[in-house]
């Protein structure tokens, strides 16, 4: 009896309303309590947000409706009471005030009465305990129609939609009658289910009975073949339906919407509209959304303005307020969006992330976060799935790692791993930060993948440059017998990125043109951009010619950065003429940005004054980004008068402004001027500052500046950057530290290309070849591909100590064991090499025998060597191809007057640096600096 009295004490405390209406304790039914899972809603998601656009009317309708029955069996009024107090429980549900009223009416002996037992089938649904609903109909003798359909609802209302239609099956299979609110609910279980041939001998079964003149169930058919994704079939019960009601009209128009055929959504909507029933909240909220879909701005605005005509004002009408939001959002009205937001009396999931979404399209980025903040710490509103994915893809893009993992782990406590579109969201986000481990071992341990997230891991590993693992996975992919997306194609075409790799490249291309995209113009930039990448700029510029007609101003950015970024500037200036040519194509920001750097590199000084004047006849000219390019340009050209008139000129600075400036300046020996802007610098430095003022300490040789920023770097976490432990390998090397410089290069976390090519260069530089040389080896071994500037740094290091043997080598297998092609400085590199060792005929004959035309810095290699083993009739020789060449470099002369004066010819010495003098050439005045503080 204590039992029974604690139960009692629960019941009165849960709800205190029935204390005057139980007499005493009676014992509760021990029932299970089941998973409460979510309400069967329609959401109509565009963009990333959702709009609330219909809900089918089967379910609920049906269980209000119920109480309405009379009671028959009891007349007197402790009936009455009785009947009175379950239907009160059935309005608010409580699984403890339910087994005390059970309990009661068991005790009185109306549980036979069909009406009462009935209510308590409801009660128990609305309390997500279907169990005991189902144990308590089996006990039913006589059952109703409406019994059975409050059964099935019942099973809907807990989203167990094949037991609803397997309880139809037995109610025909017994023979029972049915209705048409039977075919209704049955209809919304197969809809939530996506089972369209049986909802087809549904649709069948009520033409015969003769159903069809319900509209309520014709409503849920046009429901039902929506869902289904038979918008056809949709359409033509609606127009089936003698007396559509506005539920008719908004099925239809919901549906469409969620077909994707928004056109037709807004052109149901106008129909409506001019009925004398009008739209309602549904319709409007349907129409505003179906407007943003088509980027119908002007429409949806007007669509807004009736519908606070019709009195449907957003502030208390939510379903409109969420889809204006996300309508003022994608059109670019961020402010009118957040009005919206700011007059709203009641916000649901919806609403907040729709308003997410819409600061995050915007670029309010803080904004974004502060709603994230205020809805989960203010409003005391959980995030959904749908939050996670508008938030993360930020996440990803300012590569912010920590708040990344904070989701993920929020994803984690919240049981949404099964999200595809969440896991697929936090994958992205982890390759962009280039944290491939973790972004694979979420791939693997992922129970489900799609499309998406076998697009999404192939892309990651192209763009983190694993290229080798991206085409693998590709190969699998394929032959699970999966169909390859546009999305495919383009994940894996970055993963083509070098010479070696052009075979793989031409086959996505066959595969391509087997797929049927050979006309997808975004298709056909990226194999442009993959055949550059792989040196095949003739295969790159057919496909240009092949899209003349429909190619935009990004095939041609595409040409014109693919050409910049690997090296063919000339080619990226012959592209960039030819775009002018075109009258339908006018550069933008980003045809600037790409082509000012070809300028640079190739210094020349007038072109790139031309190109700066026209930037600045555009608005282009006051972009930020072509400022800090026009920046660096200058560096290049050594006009740091002019690179310093475009950095103050600027109207405002960003991070990167501040670095080109720094950066122009330590390339052009300022390195005193580069270490002075970096102490005003207005913005907390990244890792490309660090690196770049590291350049500049190199530069002096101050160790201790290099000390401070190194102090710095751990203290800000940069040191784990592969660029910047380069950078510090490089500094301490430069100072005469290498012991230094090896342990940082040995304590980097991850050692990219450029750390080990400056580990190489470390020993080159301190005269250990042969330590060099198994770096390179390490290197190699731990997986990397060496890069140009690997070959240059281990071929100086073989000439530094004499290995001309290895060198030779490592030069003559450079494309064909590591798929490096030569270039100019490798072929200094090694007229250099066979220099030193004296051995300057063969060098002669070396240069002789290049394929093409010999860079002056060739030659000059040469000179350097003959000056140095005073060989007067070799270097008469190639001073005479050098003053061709080049006739005003002064340094040419003065190497061929230190060889005369070397074998004692002083006559010619002197007649030579006559002629420097007549022709007023001057060289530059070295000078040697002393750091007097303490190392």
């Given at each position: 009896?204590?039992?029974?009295?604690?139960?009692?004490?629960?019941?009165?405390?849960?709800?205190?309303?029935?204390?005057?209406?139980?007499?005493?304790?009676?014992?509760?039914?021990?029932l299970s309590s089941h998973t409460l899972f979510p309400k069967d809603n329609f959401f109509i998601t565009y963009g990333k947000a959702q709009v609330c656009a219909y809900t089918s009317p089967a379910t609920h309708q049906l269980f209000d409706k119920m109480p309405q029955r009379r009671i028959q069996d009891f007349k007197n009024r402790k009936g009455d009471e009785i009947?009175?107090?379950?239907?009160?429980?059935?309005?608010?549900?409580?699984?403890?005030?339910?087994?005390?009223?059970?309990?009661?009416?068991?005790?009185?002996?109306?549980?036979?009465?069909?009406?009462?037992?009935?209510?308590?089938?409801?009660?128990?649904?609305?309390?997500?305990?279907?169990?005991?609903?189902?144990?308590?109909?089996?006990?039913?003798?006589?059952?109703?129609?409406?019994?059975?359909?409050?059964?099935?609802?019942?099973?809907?209302?807990?989203?167990?939609?094949?037991?609803?239609?397997?309880?139809?099956?037995?109610?025909?299979?017994?023979?029972?009658?049915?209705?048409?609110?039977?075919?209704?609910?049955?209809?919304?279980?197969?809809?939530?289910?996506?089972?369209?041939?049986?909802?087809?001998?549904?649709?069948?079964?009520?033409?015969?009975?003769?159903?069809?003149?319900?509209?309520?169930?014709?409503?849920?058919?046009?429901?039902?073949?929506?869902?289904?994704?038979?918008?056809?079939?949709?359409?033509?019960?609606?127009?089936?339906?003698?007396?559509?009601?506005?539920?008719?009209?908004?099925?239809?128009?919901?549906?469409?919407?969620?077909?994707?055929?928004?056109?037709?959504?807004?052109?149901?909507?106008?129909?409506?509209?001019?009925?004398?029933?009008?739209?309602?909240?549904?319709?409007?909220?349907?129409?505003?959304?179906?407007?943003?879909?088509?980027?119908?701005?002007?429409?949806?605005?007007?669509?807004?303005?009736?519908?606070?005509?019709?009195?449907?004002?957003?502030?208390?009408?939510?379903?409109?307020?969420?889809?204006?939001?996300?309508?003022?959002?994608?059109?670019?009205?961020?402010?009118?969006?957040?009005?919206?937001?700011?007059?709203?009396?009641?916000?649901?999931?919806?609403?907040?992330?729709?308003?997410?979404?819409?600061?995050?399209?915007?670029?309010?980025?803080?904004?974004?976060?502060?709603?994230?903040?205020?809805?989960?710490?203010?409003?005391?509103?959980?995030?959904?799935?749908?939050?996670?994915?508008?938030?993360?893809?930020?996440?990803?893009?300012?590569?912010?790692?920590?708040?990344?993992?904070?989701?993920?782990?929020?994803?984690?406590?919240?049981?949404?791993?099964?999200?595809?579109?969440?896991m697929n969201a936090l994958m992205d986000m982890y390759f962009n930060c280039g944290r491939v481990k973790d972004a694979e071992q979420l791939f693997l341990n992922m129970p489900k993948k799609d499309k998406v997230s076998w697009n999404t891991i192939i892309s990651g590993y192209s763009q983190n440059g694993w290229c080798r693992e991206a085409q693998s996975l590709l190969?699998?992919?394929?032959?699970?017998?999966?169909?390859?997306?546009?999305?495919?194609?383009?994940?894996?075409?970055?993963?083509?990125?070098?010479?070696?790799?052009?075979?793989?490249?031409?086959?996505?291309?066959?595969?391509?043109?087997?797929?049927?995209?050979?006309?997808?113009?975004?298709?056909?930039?990226?194999?442009?951009?993959?055949?550059?990448?792989?040196?095949?700029?003739?295969?790159?510029?057919?496909?240009?010619?092949?899209?003349?007609?429909?190619?935009?101003?990004?095939?041609?950015?595409?040409?014109?950065?693919?050409?910049?970024?690997?090296?063919?500037?000339?080619?990226?200036?012959?592209?960039?003429?030819?775009?002018?040519?075109?009258?339908?194509?006018?550069?933008?920001?980003?045809?600037?940005?790409?082509?000012?750097?070809?300028?640079?590199?190739?210094?020349?000084?007038?072109?790139?004054?031309?190109?700066?004047?026209?930037?600045?006849?555009?608005?282009?000219?006051?972009?930020?980004?072509?400022?800090?390019?026009?920046?660096?340009?200058?560096?290049?050209?050594?006009?740091?008068?002019?690179?310093?008139?475009?950095?103050?000129?600027?109207?405002?600075?960003?991070?990167?402004?501040?670095?080109?400036?720094?950066?122009?300046?330590?390339?052009?020996?300022?390195?005193?001027?580069?270490?002075?802007?970096?102490?005003?610098?207005?913005?907390?430095?990244?890792?490309?500052?660090?690196?770049?003022?590291?350049?500049?300490?190199?530069?002096?040789?101050?160790?201790?500046?290099?000390?401070?920023?190194?102090?710095?770097?751990?203290?800000?976490?940069?040191?784990?950057?592969?660029?910047?432990?380069?950078?510090?390998?490089?500094?301490?090397?430069?100072?005469?530290?290498?012991?230094?410089?090896?342990?940082?290069?040995?304590?980097?976390?991850?050692?990219?290309?450029?750390?080990?090519?400056?580990?190489?260069?470390?020993?080159?530089?301190?005269?250990?070849?042969?330590?060099?040389?198994?770096?390179?080896?390490?290197?190699?071994?731990?997986?990397?591909?060496?890069?140009?500037?690997?070959?240059?740094?281990?071929?100086?290091?073989?000439?530094?100590?004499?290995?001309?043997?290895?060198?030779?080598?490592?030069?003559?297998?450079?494309?064909?064991?590591?798929?490096?092609?030569?270039?100019?400085?490798?072929?200094?590199?090694?007229?250099?090499?066979?220099?030193?060792?004296?051995?300057?005929?063969?060098?002669?004959?070396?240069?002789?025998?290049?394929?093409?035309?010999?860079?002056?810095?060739?030659?000059?290699?040469?000179?350097?060597?003959?000056?140095?083993?005073?060989?007067?009739?070799?270097?008469?020789?190639?001073?005479?191809?050098?003053?061709?060449?080049?006739?005003?470099?002064?340094?040419?002369?003065?190497?061929?007057?230190?060889?005369?004066?070397?074998?004692?010819?002083?006559?010619?010495?002197?007649?030579?640096?006559?002629?420097?003098?007549?022709?007023?050439?001057?060289?530059?005045?070295?000078?040697?600096?002393?750091?007097?503080?303490?190392?």
């Amino acid at each position: 009896m204590k039992k029974l009295s604690k139960y009692g004490y629960k019941a009165l405390f849960f709800c205190p309303s029935l204390s005057n209406k139980i007499s005493q304790h009676v014992p509760p039914l021990h029932l299970s309590s089941h998973t409460l899972f979510p309400k069967d809603n329609f959401f109509i998601t565009y963009g990333k947000a959702q709009v609330c656009a219909y809900t089918s009317p089967a379910t609920h309708q049906l269980f209000d409706k119920m109480p309405q029955r009379r009671i028959q069996d009891f007349k007197n009024r402790k009936g009455d009471e009785i009947f009175e107090l379950v239907n009160m429980v059935k309005e608010k549900p409580d699984i403890l005030s339910a087994s005390q009223v059970h309990g009661l009416v068991l005790k009185v002996g109306m549980l036979a009465h069909l009406p009462t037992v009935t209510t308590f089938l409801i009660i128990y649904s609305r309390a997500k305990n279907l169990s005991s609903s189902m144990t308590l109909f089996a006990e039913i003798v006589n059952k109703d129609i409406v019994t059975w359909n409050a059964i099935m609802t019942a099973c809907i209302e807990n989203n167990f939609f094949g037991f609803a239609v397997n309880i139809f099956a037995e109610m025909v299979n017994e023979g029972k009658q049915f209705d048409s609110a039977t075919l209704v609910i049955v209809i919304s279980a197969l809809s939530n289910m996506r089972e369209l041939r049986k909802g087809l001998v549904v649709h069948c079964l009520s033409m015969k009975m003769g159903m069809l003149l319900d509209s309520i169930l014709g409503n849920a058919l046009i429901d039902f073949y929506a869902k289904c994704s038979h918008l056809s079939s949709s359409e033509c019960v609606f127009l089936e339906i003698e007396c559509k009601d506005v539920v008719s009209w908004n099925s239809v128009i919901s549906g469409c919407l969620y077909n994707c055929h928004p056109e037709k959504s807004l052109l149901y909507f106008k129909q409506m509209a001019t009925l004398e029933k009008g739209a309602d909240s549904v319709s409007l909220s349907c129409a505003i959304a179906a407007s943003a879909c088509l980027d119908e701005f002007g429409c949806g605005q007007a669509i807004h303005g009736w519908g606070i005509k019709l009195g449907y004002e957003e502030r208390r009408h939510l379903s409109v307020a969420n889809s204006l939001i996300s309508l003022y959002s994608q059109s670019g009205d961020a402010d009118a969006a957040e009005y919206i937001f700011n007059k709203m009396e009641y916000m649901d999931i919806i609403t907040w992330n729709s308003m997410i979404n819409g600061f995050a399209l915007n670029g309010k980025i803080s904004d974004a976060f502060d709603a994230l903040h205020e809805m989960q710490f203010i409003r005391t509103t959980e995030p959904d799935a749908v939050t996670l994915i508008s938030i993360i893809p930020l996440v990803a893009e300012f590569m912010l790692l920590r708040d990344g993992k904070a989701m993920h782990a929020f994803t984690m406590r919240r049981d949404m791993g099964a999200e595809l579109s969440m896991m697929n969201a936090l994958m992205d986000m982890y390759f962009n930060c280039g944290r491939v481990k973790d972004a694979e071992q979420l791939f693997l341990n992922m129970p489900k993948k799609d499309k998406v997230s076998w697009n999404t891991i192939i892309s990651g590993y192209s763009q983190n440059g694993w290229c080798r693992e991206a085409q693998s996975l590709l190969k699998k992919f394929h032959s699970g017998n999966s169909e390859c997306s546009l999305s495919t194609l383009l994940g894996i075409l970055p993963a083509c990125d070098s010479p070696n790799l052009i075979q793989f490249g031409k086959l996505i291309h066959s595969w391509e043109v087997k797929l049927g995209f050979v006309n997808n113009v975004i298709l056909v930039n990226s194999l442009m951009y993959m055949y550059i990448c792989c040196g095949d700029l003739v295969a790159s510029f057919k496909l240009l010619e092949g899209i003349a007609y429909t190619a935009d101003v990004d095939s041609w950015n595409t040409v014109i950065s693919g050409c910049t970024q690997t090296g063919h500037f000339w080619e990226a200036l012959n592209a960039f003429k030819l775009m002018r040519l075109k009258s339908n194509i006018i550069h933008d920001t980003i045809t600037l940005v790409n082509i000012i750097p070809a300028f640079g590199n190739l210094e020349l000084t007038c072109e790139g004054k031309s190109i700066h004047a026209l930037a600045l006849k555009t608005s282009a000219g006051q972009d930020i980004r072509v400022q800090n390019a026009l920046t660096t340009m200058y560096g290049k050209l050594s006009d740091m008068e002019s690179a310093t008139s475009v950095f103050e000129l600027c109207l405002y600075h960003n991070l990167c402004s501040w670095n080109c400036m720094i950066s122009a300046l330590a390339q052009n020996k300022n390195s005193k001027e580069a270490i002075e802007f970096f102490h005003l610098l207005d913005f907390e430095p990244d890792e490309i500052t660090m690196a770049t003022i590291l350049s500049a300490c190199r530069q002096l040789g101050i160790i201790r500046h290099g000390k401070q920023i190194h102090a710095h770097l751990i203290r800000s976490g940069f040191y784990i950057n592969a660029f910047v432990s380069a950078a510090l390998v490089d500094m301490y090397s430069s100072c005469g530290r290498l012991d230094i410089a090896h342990q940082v290069f040995q304590s980097s976390a991850e050692r990219s290309i450029a750390a080990w090519n400056s580990m190489i260069s470390a020993y080159g530089f301190h005269s250990n070849g042969q330590k060099a040389i198994d770096i390179f080896h390490e290197m190699i071994d731990s997986g990397l591909t060496p890069s140009k500037v690997t070959f240059i740094n281990l071929l100086t290091a073989c000439s530094h100590t004499g290995l001309v043997d290895q060198g030779f080598w490592y030069y003559n297998h450079m494309l064909d064991e590591f798929g490096v092609q030569c270039s100019t400085e490798h072929h200094v590199c090694m007229v250099d090499m066979l220099g030193r060792s004296g051995r300057l005929h063969e060098a002669y004959s070396f240069i002789k025998e290049l394929p093409s035309p010999p860079d002056p810095g060739i030659w000059g290699a040469l000179l350097s060597a003959c000056n140095y083993h005073g060989d007067l009739q070799l270097g008469k020789e190639v001073a005479s191809i050098l003053f061709l060449l080049e006739p005003e470099n002064v340094g040419y002369h003065l190497a061929l007057s230190n060889i005369y004066v070397a074998t004692g010819s002083w006559k010619e010495a002197g007649e030579l640096r006559d002629i420097v003098h007549i022709k007023g050439l001057k060289k530059s005045a070295a000078y040697s600096i002393i750091d007097l503080g303490s190392s």
